[in-house]
C-alpha cells in the first residue's frame, strides 16, 4: 500500500488548511486512518483518528478546531484544520498501522 500526503503549506495563525492523503494499493474502506503530527527533535503525536465506520475521535490539543473524514470512493482521508496556530507547525502524516506516507509539511507563523 501507498500513501500520499498533500496540502501542506505556510499560513499565518488563525487561517485553515486542508490535508489530504490518498491510499493506493489497499482496502482503503477497510481500514481505520490516522494522521499523525512531528516536530523536529520530538515523538511523532497522534491527531487525529477515524475509523472504517467513521467514527472519529481526536487528541485534547485539536479538540474543536480540526476535523478529519474520509471518502472510502476517493480512497481518501482528510484533515481540515480551523484556527492554525505557531505551535501546529510541524510535518503531518497519514498513517494506518505500519504504512506511513512521505509527510506534508505545515507551517503555520504569528
Known amino acids: 500500500a501507498q500513501l500520499a500526503e498533500t496540502g501542506g503549506k505556510s499560513v499565518q495563525a488563525g487561517e485553515s488548511l486542508t490535508l489530504s492523503c490518498v491510499v493506493s494499493?489497499?482496502?482503503?474502506?477497510?481500514?481505520?486512518m490516522n494522521w499523525y503530527r512531528q516536530v523536529a527533535g520530538k515523538d511523532r503525536e497522534q491527531v487525529a483518528r477515524?475509523?472504517?465506520?467513521?467514527?472519529?475521535s481526536y487528541a485534547d490539543f485539536v479538540k474543536g478546531r480540526f476535523t478529519i473524514s474520509r471518502d472510502n470512493a476517493q480512497n481518501t482521508v482528510w484533515l481540515q484544520m480551523n484556527d492554525l496556530r505557531p505551535e501546529d507547525t510541524a510535518i503531518y502524516y497519514c498513517?494506518?498501522?505500519?504504512?506511513w506516507g512521505q509527510g506534508t509539511q505545515v507551517t503555520v507563523s504569528s
Open positions: 498513517n494506518r498501522l505500519y504504512h
Open positions: 494499493g489497499a482496502p482503503f474502506s477497510q481500514w481505520n
Open positions: 477515524i475509523l472504517s465506520n467513521g467514527q472519529t
